[in-house]
């Protein structure tokens, strides 16, 4: 296994829009091996988006037991394909992004969605989920679209913030 090193803004790769994942073969399995143990690597980290390591697939890795503080949780997630299907219930969080190290920022998230993805041997699943793991899933998708959560805030004065390393 190999840890991938990650895509950080500005790199034209995190605009870009990702491509559906067809072929269901070992190579994605290798290559989902490696997103895991990079996400992994990167202490508290919640989810990685496959642009961010470089491959413009539309996979998304998500596992908030990794997170600083406990959050109910479903352990780790490797979503391919994912489409939400329903949203509601949206609250101003705070997100953080592997790609953007030193800003954090509040961002309006649906805390409840419904989403459809494909699983590692290429079945349809439907999920639903909630608070935080719905808000980190949602943050992920995005970079599928080649948006960031600098796209989303409307006041960087009030919106964005240095972040604190610990
Ligand atoms: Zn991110």
């Known amino acids: 296994m190999t840890v991938l090193s990650i895509h950080e803004f500005p790199d034209p790769i995190l605009k870009q829009v990702s491509e559906k994942v067809t072929v269901f073969d070992l190579s994605l399995e290798g290559f989902i091996r490696d997103a895991v143990e990079t996400l992994n690597s990167h202490k508290y980290c919640v989810g990685l988006a496959a642009p961010q390591i470089g491959q413009l697939k539309r996979i998304v890795f998500i596992d908030i037991s990794r997170a600083r503080k406990p959050h109910p949780n479903n352990g780790l997630l490797v979503l391919i394909n994912p489409l939400i299907l329903e949203k509601s219930n949206y609250k101003i969080v705070r997100e953080g992004c592997l790609s953007i190290p030193d800003f954090t920022a509040n961002v309006k998230r649906a805390m409840n969605i419904?989403?459809?993805?494909?699983?590692?041997?290429?079945?349809?699943?439907?999920?639903?989920?909630?608070?935080?793991?719905?808000?980190?899933i949602q943050h992920e998708i995005d970079h599928l679209d080649g948006v960031l959560f600098l796209d989303k805030i409307t006041n960087p004065s009030s919106d964005l913030f240095r972040r604190v390393r610990y």
């Open 114 to 136: 419904t989403l459809a993805y494909q699983d590692i041997k290429g079945e349809t699943k439907v999920f639903v989920t909630q608070d935080f793991e719905a808000h980190a």
